[in-house]
């Protein structure tokens, strides 16, 4: 199993900047394909980003393509998603997750080992 825990969350204004991180647990983590999500009050957990094991690929969904994106570095077992120009709209809690099946990764359904997310707010 992989812990997780997500940090680098905060209140930024509208067209700045957050990296958050993802830091892991686990031996075997660097075999992972990892993922980014966000939950805002009231709307179901909604997909980011997600990345391949190596790093060498990535998927973004299209409300943030283009402003977000996600790395990993395996040697220090984290995973990140840098966000710029950042919306009102990006205002949620964040979480990182390992992918359980490869089929899945743009639903919450193809994810365990949760983190307790970071709250990201958005000011205008």
């Known amino acids: 199993q992989v812990q997780l825990v997500e940090s680098g969350g905060g209140l930024v204004q509208a067209g700045g900047s957050l990296r958050l991180s993802c830091a892991a647990s686990?031996?075997?983590?660097?075999?992972?394909?990892m993922g980014w999500f966000r939950q805002a009050p009231g709307k179901e957990r909604e997909f980011v980003a997600a990345?391949?094991?190596?790093?060498?690929?990535?998927y973004y969904a299209d409300s943030v393509k283009g402003r977000f994106t996600i790395s990993r570095d395996n040697a220090k077992n984290t995973v990140y998603l840098q966000m710029n120009s950042l919306k009102t709209e990006d205002t949620a809690v964040y979480y990182c997750a390992v992918v359980r099946s490869i089929v899945e990764v743009t639903a919450p359904r193809g994810y365990d080992s949760w983190g307790q997310g970071t709250q990201v707010t958005v000011s205008s």
């Open positions: 686990g031996r075997t983590f660097s075999t992972h394909n």
């Open positions: 990345i391949s094991w190596s790093g060498s690929r990535t």
